[in-house]
């Protein structure tokens, strides 16, 4: 059934039909099953992430995800989540020290909530 939706409830039955000569002998209906189809896939991860170090921030830009139902990123600086619910393809990491090298990573959350591999890790120095 190609035609299904996330969170609706659907309800199947089968038969059998066999024929006979110039006839179809058809089975009873099966009893009824119902199914609720549940998104669990996760989205791709995010990719081109790319760090621009500035005067006192660490800019981050990625492309845009092409997922119909992304909700947000979640940016990762060091293996710590620093940033939950971005919107848009970029962050500013104004939270850094001078002289410090920093790995960052990005991933992607849809509308159900799966949260997508992280990206390839990029490293940052502030100067």
Do not use: C
């Not at 996760?42 to 997922?67: F, H, K, M, N």
């Not at 139902?69 to 970029?90: C, E, K, M, N, S």
Request: charged residues 25%.
């Amino acid at each position: 059934d190609g035609g299904i939706e996330y969170g609706k409830t659907y309800q199947y039955m089968t038969q059998s039909i066999e024929k006979a000569g110039d006839r179809y002998a058809e089975s009873d209906l099966s009893d009824p099953v119902t199914f609720q189809p549940t998104d669990r896939f996760a989205p791709a991860a995010p990719a081109g992430v790319t760090v621009v170090p500035g005067t006192q921030s660490i800019e981050l830009v990625w492309d845009r995800s092409p997922e119909k139902d992304l909700a947000f990123y979640r940016v990762y600086r060091d293996g710590q989540r620093i940033a939950d619910h971005v919107t848009a393809p970029a962050l500013s990491d104004k939270d850094v020290k001078s002289g410090a090298t920093h790995r960052y990573q990005v991933s992607a959350v849809d509308a159900a909530g799966n949260e997508s591999p992280m990206s390839a890790p990029v490293e940052a120095n502030l100067p």
